[in-house]
RNA sequence: GGAGAGGUGGCAGAGUGGUCGAAUGCGACGGUCUCGAAAACCGUUAAGCUCGCAAGGGCUUCGAGAGUUCGAAUCUCUCCCUCUCCGCCA
């Protein structure tokens, strides 16, 4: 959510970012809300203080035992009209905050203007040793191929038992999985610096509001309306919301958590798009970043985070580049957003493992997440990023395909020895 | 699932329908004292909205919502949450 005054003094700069992030243009309606909701506030504001004066009066005149019948009279009226002016303003406060609810965050200047993913812009690009040629796409079995040569996992069941997308790890594919995800926590928390969080993976309306998927993304949720809960999309939701509603002390900023959670999407409309195996699926796993910083040090925690998940890969040796998303690309509530795209060298294809954003103080301001610079400050409103570090999904297909040997056998790099008991998977 | 207790300021914890945004304690901040610190003493100590160039003013907030009343932290109703005990259980 941006700062209604932000949109009062700037709503010139409002408007060019709504249209750079292809949004609709709601200023003109907020402002002449606002316009009418002041106006209220200070009709019913005077009524407000006046009756406060004469109860007053009442009051010291019941002390004193003298008659206030009059007074009393005077104020019946009063009360009435200060329900009927409230209820007005509720109404316009209803359909301000639902509007305030649409407008994205304001895209950050460093992010080039452009209309959809074909727009970006590739920043970096990783190979072990710096091998081009790793980034050719290459014969070899496919990640479903290789799964269904070893019994990795079970697509099939995985339906049977639960729905389509809601993939079964077996054996060493699920052996598997989990030595990423310890792998990348232990990363994370001895290296970097990351606190673990295991948090819960369903969560209330309110969470998903803080963090910005509702009311947009609302259809993409899994609900439980028997108990009003929701499967998390992401662990940024249960991590962030954390300290919602907190005042976060300053020295222990900036705060930084990872953490593991299963992470549930509809994907509702994408069916028929890279629907095969694992490439779009309801459940995932997945290791998150969160980061809670000073406003002026986001930008640099946002390359250090980037830099933190890049690691993943580089300690695998996985080829993969860095994209920086358009305005047309990057999401709703962030100001910067950083994609990693694994090479899939079967697929031939670059595959998004993680989305890396700067969110400034848009989540913070909906999820009222503040700190004071010291004891005499005003509170404000902290900066809050996340990233995924990463997506297990999307690496297991770029990981089978990299290091399968020419007879289908995968191999097991170093790094990941201390987590299997097998080094490679024949 | 059943029974009970409770939700008040950063924390702890008082509160008679009317000088209650709220006693008191702790903490924090500023000051006196000190070479410095501790102790002691004095003072300050919420947030949001709104009007105003500012100084400053106004309004709201005692879990949430509704009600009674001229007036609600205080009375009534509904809901939410926390804790304790019993039952069931991974």
């Not at 209820?87 to 639902?98: D, F, M, P, T």
Request: a negative charge.
């Amino acid at each position: 959510m941006l700062d209604i005054r932000f949109i009062r003094e700037n709503p010139e700069a409002v408007r060019a970012g709504i249209a750079a992030k292809r949004s609709e243009d709601v200023v003109d309606q907020i402002l002449d809300l606002d316009k009418e909701r002041r106006t209220i506030i200070g009709e019913v504001e005077q009524l407000k203080s006046r009756r406060n004066t004469v109860s007053e009066e009442i009051a010291g005149l019941k002390r004193t035992k003298q008659p206030a019948d009059d007074k009393i009279a005077e104020m019946k009226g009063v009360s009435d009209d200060i329900a009927a002016l409230d209820q007005r303003l509720r109404e316009k406060e209803l359909a301000l905050n639902l509007l305030m609810d649409t407008v994205p965050n304001m895209p950050h200047s460093s992010v080039p203007i452009g209309n959809d993913a074909k727009d970006n812009v590739e920043v970096k690009r990783w190979s072990p040793n710096g091998d081009d040629s790793l980034f050719e796409k290459r014969a070899g079995l496919d990640h479903l191929a290789l799964a269904e040569k070893h019994g990795l996992f079970d697509f099939k069941r995985g339906a049977k038992i639960a729905a389509a997308g809601f993939p079964v790890y077996m054996g060493r594919g699920a052996q598997l999985e989990r030595a990423f995800i310890n792998f990348m926590l232990d990363l994370h928390t001895r290296s970097h610096g990351y606190t673990e969080v295991l948090p819960p993976f369903f969560v209330n309306a309110t969470s998903l509001r803080g963090t910005g998927q509702f009311p947009k993304f609302a259809d993409q949720v899994y609900h439980m309306p028997a108990d009003e809960l929701y499967a998390i999309p992401t662990a940024e939701v249960p991590v962030t919301n954390l300290y919602a509603e907190e005042m976060i002390p300053v020295e222990a900023l900036p705060l930084l958590h990872c953490a593991f959670s299963a992470c549930f999407r509809r994907e509702a409309g994408s069916y028929g798009k890279d629907t095969r195996g694992f490439l779009r699926v309801h459940e995932f796993n997945k290791v998150e970043l969160v980061k809670f910083t000073l406003p002026e040090n986001s930008y640099e925690e946002h390359e250090k985070l980037t830099a933190d998940a890049e690691r993943v890969l580089e300690l695998l040796e996985i080829p993969y580049r860095r994209i920086i998303c358009c305005t047309g690309d990057q999401s709703f509530g962030n100001s910067k957003q950083y994609d990693l795209e694994v090479w899939s060298p079967v697929e031939g294809a670059w595959l998004e493992a993680s989305s890396c954003s700067n969110f400034e103080d848009f989540q913070a301001r909906r999820a009222n997440i503040r700190f004071k610079r010291d004891a005499k400050s005003r509170p404000e409103f902290v900066h809050t990023l996340n990233g995924s570090g990463l997506a297990t999904s999307r690496l297991m297909v770029a990981f089978l395909e990299t290091y399968q040997e020419p007879d289908g056998t995968i191999r097991i790099p170093e790094v990941l020895h201390p987590y299997l008991p097998f080094t490679s998977i024949a």
